[in-house]
Nanobody, 112 residues
Framework: QVKMVESGGGLVQAGGSLTLSCTAS????????MNWYRQSPGKQREWVAGLTTYNTTYADSVKGRFTVSRDNNMLYLQMNNLKPEDTAVYYCNTRPPHDPLWGQGTQVTVSS
């Protein structure tokens, strides 16, 4: 069964940067219409950024700070100028999300 595998999270100070990676386990799939989501404690999972063949889109809260990109079968999220409110578990999936693809995510913690 194909699932997404996210990596690259960690602990960083406010203003710092991280790059997250995402790929698919179990099979090689084309990473079209792939998106990043995140979930903070006590909150619902929210969409963060997306990439299609034609464009990239971002939530207002991350616009100008995050960049989504793709290289072969890897999806990336470059996160700059991180803020404490960016602390969350980050996931990748299609949009709308396909439930069987949810992976374990990668934890990003931003300290103030």
């Amino acid at each position: 069964q194909v699932k997404m595998v996210e990596s690259g999270g960690g602990l960083v100070q406010a203003g710092g940067s991280l790059t997250l990676s995402c790929t698919a386990s179990g099979s090689i799939i084309r990473l079209n219409n792939m998106n990043w989501y995140r979930q903070s404690p006590g909150k619902q999972r929210e969409w963060v950024a997306g990439l299609t063949t034609y464009n990239t889109t971002y939530a207002d809260s991350v616009k100008g700070r995050f960049t989504v990109s793709r290289d072969n079968n890897m999806l990336y999220l470059q996160m700059n100028n991180l803020k404490p409110e960016d602390t969350a578990v980050y996931y990748c999936n299609t949009r709308p999300p396909h439930d069987p693809l949810w992976g374990q995510g990668t934890q990003v913690t931003v300290s103030s």
